[in-house]
């Protein structure tokens, strides 16, 4: 069948595409894990992403605005590593609810002591995690809150970003994309996934899960953003075929050295078989609020 043929050939886009899908913050049970080979959670009904009111209208910034220093005075947050310092800017106004949670839980301490519990080199660094294991973690509410999608915020290389389960459970989990220029992005085969998606949707995202590009809403800028500076694409909500992602709510502006350090620690599997667990714990000594001074 010509339907079968078309789906099953996709087996070889799934093998090429690298961790599709994302940094995931809860039970072993209910959350898929990063890595391409993780079983894909079954969305038959999602919304599509312009319906979703998870997706922010037009913040009137340009797409790649969040590569900008901050403003003199401005709150950043200043992340002192086991391994060095990492700053980072805010976006308060594209993302309000996920930096007023970030901000609120650095001021109590929270992020203080805790690991890097899920490192994966040329990909992301996660923690935020007082369980140390990717399960734990609460929002300063005590409860998840919902995702913050913004088409000019994306997760390039650098962009700090919210983990979470699905839709809207975001808690304390976080990561930093650090997957880089070296390979380059094949937007041939997100093409052709697209337009295998629009074919056959409900079967194409229990077969592939969610983690693919709506490339309707791809541009020229978007792709040279990402070829310019790597990230992954895949984690976009405000680009996704059924707006499944992570919201990006941070930039580094220093410290991307040392977010290359931490990738790179030896790891071991972890509880469910990941290669992503640091044998030697990195931490985050100290999490504080900052006023910007170039």
Not at 22 to 39: D, F, H, L, V, Y
Not at 98 to 117: A, D, P, S
Not at 173 to 186: H, L, R, S
Not at 254 to 271: Q, R
Request: charged fraction near 20%; proline fraction near 4%.
């Amino acid at each position: 069948m010509q339907y079968s043929k078309k789906i099953i050939g996709f087996i070889s886009i799934c093998a090429m595409m690298l961790n599709l899908a994302a940094c995931s913050g809860g039970s072993a049970a209910s959350m898929a894990s990063s890595s391409a080979s993780a079983p894909s959670q079954a969305v038959s009904s999602a919304p599509a992403a312009s319906q979703d009111d998870r997706i922010k209208p037009d913040d009137g910034k340009k797409l790649g605005y969040q590569l900008e220093k901050p403003a003199s005075g401005e709150e950043i947050a200043v992340l002192t590593t086991s391994m060095g310092v990492i700053k980072l800017r805010l976006f308060p106004e594209a993302a309000p609810k996920t930096v007023e949670n970030f901000k609120g839980l650095i001021k109590k301490g929270y992020y203080n002591g805790l690991t890097f519990h899920r490192v994966i080199n040329d990909f992301m660094i996660q923690s935020g995690d007082p369980k140390g294991d990717g399960t734990g973690g609460e929002s300063i509410w005590g409860k998840d809150f919902e995702d913050e999608f913004n088409a000019n915020l994306v997760n390039i290389r650098g962009a700090v970003s919210m983990a979470n389960g699905g839709p809207n459970t975001n808690g304390s989990q976080f990561f930093i994309n650090q997957k880089g220029t070296a390979e380059a992005i094949n937007w041939d085969n997100y093409q052709q996934a697209y337009n295998v998606y629009k074919q056959y949707p409900d079967a194409f995202v229990q077969q592939y899960g969610t983690y693919f590009l709506n490339m309707d809403k791809v541009t020229d800028a978007y792709k040279k953003l990402y070829n310019d500076n790597g990230g992954n694409p895949n984690l976009d909500g405000a680009y996704s075929i059924v707006a499944r992602g992570h919201t990006v709510f941070a930039q580094v502006i220093e410290g991307m050295d040392v977010v290359d350090k931490i990738a790179a620690v030896p790891v071991s599997e972890n509880d469910q078989g990941e290669k992503s667990k640091p044998t030697t714990a990195v931490t985050i000594k100290k999490a504080d609020i900052e006023k910007y001074r170039p």
